[in-house]
């Protein structure tokens, strides 16, 4: 696996209630770091908040299935090998990494010194720009900022749920959500049918997380 080239994650605001451009049109997708957060509730074949993030033209899920696959868990390996990355998959996934966390956090805490510094101030420039990534629960996190004049000029996020419930991109690719849907058996008299209800909560949503 080779390192991760930021300059490979645009996002697509095709179908999302936000400006992609000046004049309102269409555009290409963006990189977050010249990302806009301008709404436009009435925009046509806008169906959600959420931009569409992609990793190198492809659509990516994130989370702890992701994670276990990467580091190249068994147990999740075989099952996904043979199932498919399903509901029960997902959740499988997020129980092995909490039995695999918890030694894994004993020693954390015990390597703690309470009274050290736990953060490095720094002065704040008066120009530049920068990107933070981590891997928060719920996936994969970036921060995109830029400042200018010694003021927070822009300040974009891709949170994980940005690449679960992605909407379709500028070539109408539907995003990890989206996808998992497809086919989702509907019973007779079902207003709120069951099975959608599960493959949506098998992400791990956090909604409010990703309309920022």
Known sequence: MGALDVAEIPEAATHAWLNASDDGTPQAARPPAQGRTEPAADK???YT???????AGQVAEC????RQLADGQPLVADVVARLGITVHTRVLARVVELARLLPLMEGWLRAITPREPFFSPGPLPDEGQGVGLSE???GALGHWLRIERGRIASYQIVAP???NFSPRDAAGTPGALEQ???GAPVQP???????VQHIVRSFDPCMVC???
Do not use: F
């Open 136 to 138: 928060a629960a719920r």
């Open 44 to 46: 046509p074949a806008a």
């Open 210 to 212: 990703t309309v920022h």
């Open 49 to 55: 908040w959420n931009k569409a993030p992609r990793l």
């Open 180 to 182: 998992a849907l497809v």
């Open 189 to 195: 008299g079902e207003t709120t049918p069951v099975a």
């Open 63 to 66: 989370g702890a299935i992701a």
């Open 161 to 163: 749920t940005s690449w």
